[in-house]
RNA sequence: UCCCUGGUAGCUCAAUGGUAGAGCACCCGGCUGUUAACCGGGUUGUUGUAGGUUCGAGCCCUACCCGGGGAGCCA
């Protein structure tokens, strides 16, 4: 006797007409009596699985019957095509081995539960459709981004985790024992980053960050992850181009691969498939205009809110490009614009349908002696940013950078309503396990 | 930190100041094509906590605890 392959579910399409073996858990199941359908999930996606009663012993039988759900098994019989089935295969059961019954009290029922409820058993809702297309999605956006850096010849230099003192000094951030210092959590790689684009001329770093705001959003997480390019003797127009490019890029990807999982969760492909260059550009003063223009009461010089956010994305269906901030709304590094220094050479961009800002950047200040003035105005330690000093007293060239923030653009592919839901463990104010 | 909103069965939610309920889950039975399967029966409560008003409080009042959403700030 020859042994049966194991099939994952995404695969059976290439296994119809023969016997596999699929292994994972108890999904859902129903029964006709001396007929059960049982669902079952293998991580790759679920299939249908139909058990006659004839095919099995009446004690298994009646075991599967009252199997809970979640339980663990594996069953064996043959593939076939059935085009009502979701995903389009069903196996003809012949027989099912249980690896462990399940406490009949699994949390999550196939009905319908509250957010707050379900990121309690946040490990076991993991095993949910919606959540599992999310999550998909993001390893996809995240291996997009990657491969577009990779490919242009960027080196992947990743930031330290901890670090001395503030980026920016303005957000709060989360102190930790570090022998016999205090150290804090990362809330940007750019410094580091700018650093490894002068010795590697295109470089990124990507990874977690670190926010201790009080911040209780949908938009908001603790620790959320950020990629962040940094490119010698690129300067701004540039960098609004490697935006396009970039973010154009990553949707277009998950378009490409993750349809299924787009359609599981009612997202309107048509409106990400529109994704592509060239992308609005908005100058801040234009984009006040547009704010006064809707009723907006905004005076020039203030930093956007939320809804103010909201309706400049809602007035394109592409990613908005808003360029030229007043500098005193925005980070000490940012290179004035020498045709008004009144403003940054900087850029945010903001997501369609309301997902907000998903990417901050800027071309960096490259003068020494302005850099130490606003470091000084800023009132933060000169000492802490001797190092960084250094690239501008070592060889300064323009450059330029941003960073892009990895659930609230997976948010927004995914039509989410909270980015909580695009991180397997989510980290908020306030809520720290599982 | 501030504003809004909520807390009733394992879950989702009902209940004019007057006997605490439904659907689902779970248990028992039925059904050879179910699609959140269905049909019949059954189990499930310190109404967030502590006080107060009242003949009587899930409901009204006060304080506190916890959740959700938003503002500021940011990705």
Same mark, same amino acid.
């Given at each position: ?5 194991h ?14 073996t699929?292994k994972?858990?108890?999904?859902n ?14 991580g790759t996606?679920v299939?249908q699985c139909?058990?006659?009663k004839?095919?099995f012993?009446?004690?298994l039988?009646k075991q599967?019957d009252t ?5 663990? &098994? $594996?069953?064996? #019989?043959?593939?076939? +095509? *059935?085009?009502? !089935?979701?995903g ?6 012949q027989t ?12 999550i ?7 707050g ?13 919606k959540?599992?297309?999310i ?15 990779d490919?242009?010849?960027f080196?992947c ?8 003192s503030?980026?920016e000094?303005?957000t709060?951030?989360?102190?930790v ?7 804090f &959590? $990362?809330?940007s #790689?750019?410094?580091? +980053? *700018?650093?490894? !684009?002068?010795a ?12 201790a705001e ?13 990629v ?5 003797y690129?300067?701004l ?9 970039f ?15 787009l359609?599981?969760?009612?997202r309107?492909?048509?409106?990400l498939?529109k ?16 704010l ?8 020039? #010089?203030?930093?956007?809110g939320?809804p103010?956010e ?5 007035k ?13 709304v ?11 220094p ?6 945010d961009c903001?997501?369609p ?10 071309q ?5 002696a302005f ?8 009132k ?11 690239l ?5 060239v323009p450059?330029?950078?941003f ?25 908020m104010l ?5």
């Amino acid at each position: 006797m020859t042994a049966v392959p194991h099939a994952y579910v995404e695969d059976l399409h290439r296994h119809v007409g023969q016997v596999v073996t699929v292994k994972g858990w108890l999904y859902n199941k129903r029964s006709s009596g001396k007929l059960h359908f049982l669902q079952l999930r293998d991580g790759t996606g679920v299939v249908q699985c139909v058990c006659f009663k004839g095919n099995f012993g009446e004690e298994l039988f009646k075991q599967l019957d009252t199997l809970p759900q979640e339980s663990a &098994l $594996t069953i064996t #019989g043959s593939v076939k +095509a *059935e085009p009502r !089935a979701p995903g389009g295969h069903e196996i003809d059961a012949q027989t099912a081995a249980i690896v462990s019954v399940a406490q009949a009290d699994y949390p999550i029922t196939p009905k319908e539960h509250g957010t707050g409820f379900l990121m309690e058993h946040r490990h076991l809702w993991l095993r949910s459709r919606k959540q599992h297309a999310i999550l998909r999605i993001r390893a996809r956006v995240q291996k997009a981004i990657r491969d577009f850096f990779d490919d242009r010849g960027f080196i992947c230099m990743d930031a330290p985790i901890f670090t001395p003192s503030a980026c920016e000094g303005t957000t709060t951030l989360f102190p930790v024992e570090y022998f016999d210092e205090t150290a804090f &959590l $990362t809330q940007s #790689g750019q410094l580091y +980053a *700018e650093a490894n !684009a002068m010795a590697f001329g295109k470089t990124y770093c990507f990874g977690p960050t670190f926010r201790a705001e009080k911040s209780k959003t949908r938009r908001h997480l603790t620790e959320f992850w950020m990629v962040e390019p940094e490119v010698a003797y690129l300067e701004l127009d540039g960098l609004l181009e490697l935006i396009e490019q970039f973010l154009s890029y990553v949707v277009q990807c998950v378009v490409k691969d993750r349809r299924a999982e787009l359609v599981v969760l009612e997202r309107d492909v048509a409106k990400l498939e529109k994704i592509v260059p060239p992308f609005p550009r908005l100058s801040y003063s234009d984009a006040v205009d547009l704010l006064k223009g809707a009723g907006h009461a905004f005076e020039w #010089g203030g930093d956007f809110g939320a809804p103010d956010e909201t309706l400049i994305s809602e007035k394109f269906d592409k990613p908005v490009l808003v360029h030229r901030y007043p500098a005193a709304v925005k980070a000490f590094y940012m290179k004035r614009d020498p045709q008004d220094p009144r403003v940054a050479l900087c850029v945010d961009c903001l997501a369609p349908e309301g997902y907000g800002e998903i990417i901050g950047g800027s071309q960096r200040a490259d003068d020494l002696a302005f850099l130490e003035e606003q470091i000084a105005h800023h009132k933060l330690p000169m000492e802490a940013f001797k190092w960084y000093l250094d690239l501008r007293r070592y060889g300064s060239v323009p450059h330029s950078g941003f960073g892009l923030g990895l659930e609230r653009t997976t948010a927004w592919i995914c039509g989410t309503h909270h980015v909580r839901e695009c991180i397997a463990f989510p980290r908020m104010l306030e809520k720290i396990t599982p």
